[in-house]
C-alpha cells in the first residue's frame, strides 16, 4: 500500500492560473518535504514542514507556498503558474530530522502549464 | 560549482558487466550520504545508504572517501532490470533535514 499519496498524477493548467497539488501520508512522519524535479535535472527541494513549523529554501520563489493543515496532509500552491515551472513536484516524509533519516516519496504529480 | 555532481552519462553497459559511478560533494562538512534510483517518470527510492567504513547489499558496494570527498557505487553483474537513473545525495551537517540531490548518473544495460 502506498504510504505516501499524490494527487492527482498528472495535473495541466494554464499559464497564471492557480494550481494546487496534494499529498498525503500514512506513516505518521513529522516531515513532510516538497521537491521541484525538471526534466533532467536533481530535485530540488522549495521547502519542508517539521511538525507546523515551515522552513522555506532561500531560493524558493514567493510563487510557490505551502499549507500543512494537518500531521497527514500537506498541500503545495503555485499562485501563478509560468511556463517555467512546469516539472515533476515530488513529495516526501521522514520520520524526523536525523543524519541517518531516509525519505520516502510520494510518486510524484507531473506539472504542465500551457 | 554544484554542491553534488555526477557524471550525467549515459553509461552503456552488456549485461553481466561491473559498472561504478562515482559522486563528488562541496561540503566537507556533510555527513549522511546515500544512492536512490529513479526510473523514468517515477519518483526516487533509496537503493543504499553509504557509510565511512563501505557497505554491500548484494551485487551493490557503496564507498565513501572523506578526504577527496567523493561517493562510488559499484554494480556487479549488471542486469536489465538495473537500468535507471542513480542519484547521489548527500546531507549537510546541520540538523536541517536537507537533502542535497545530484543530477543523476543514467545507466543503460543491454541485452
Known amino acids: 500500500d502506498a504510504m505516501v499519496i499524490q494527487n492527482p498524477r498528472y495535473q495541466v493548467t494554464q499559464f497564471g492560473k492557480p494550481v494546487t497539488l496534494s499529498c498525503s501520508q500514512t506513516l505518521n512522519h513529522n516531515v513532510m518535504y516538497w521537491y521541484q524535479q525538471k526534466s533532467s535535472q536533481a530535485p530540488k527541494l522549495l521547502f519542508h514542514y517539521y511538525d507546523k513549523d515551515f522552513n522555506n529554501e532561500a531560493d524558493t520563489p514567493d510563487n510557490f507556498q505551502s499549507r500543512r493543515p494537518n500531521t497527514s496532509f500537506c498541500f503545495l500552491d503555485i499562485r501563478s503558474p509560468g511556463l517555467g515551472d512546469a516539472a515533476m513536484y515530488l513529495c516526501?516524509?521522514?520520520?524526523?530530522?536525523?543524519?541517518?533519516?531516509?525519505?520516502?516519496f510520494g510518486s510524484g504529480t507531473q506539472l504542465s502549464v500551457l | 560549482r554544484k554542491e553534488v555532481e555526477q557524471d550525467p552519462g549515459p553509461f552503456n553497459v552488456p549485461e553481466g558487466a561491473t559498472v561504478a559511478f562515482n559522486c563528488t560533494y562541496s561540503?566537507?562538512?556533510?555527513?549522511?550520504f546515500f544512492w536512490y534510483r529513479q526510473d523514468c517518470r517515477k519518483e526516487p527510492k533509496l537503493l543504499m545508504s553509504v557509510y565511512s567504513s563501505g557497505n554491500e547489499d548484494g551485487r551493490f558496494t557503496a564507498q565513501l572517501n572523506r578526504a577527496s570527498q567523493y561517493i562510488s557505487l559499484l554494480i556487479r553483474d549488471s542486469k536489465l532490470s538495473d537500468s535507471a537513473t542513480y542519484l547521489c545525495?548527500?546531507?549537510?551537517?546541520?540538523?536541517?533535514?536537507?537533502?542535497?540531490f545530484g543530477q543523476g548518473t543514467t545507466l543503460q544495460v543491454k541485452p
Open positions: 561540503n566537507s562538512a556533510s555527513q549522511s
Open positions: 516526501a516524509t521522514s520520520r524526523d530530522l536525523g543524519d541517518n533519516e531516509k525519505l520516502f
Open positions: 545525495v548527500v546531507k549537510g551537517s546541520s540538523n536541517t533535514g536537507k537533502l542535497i
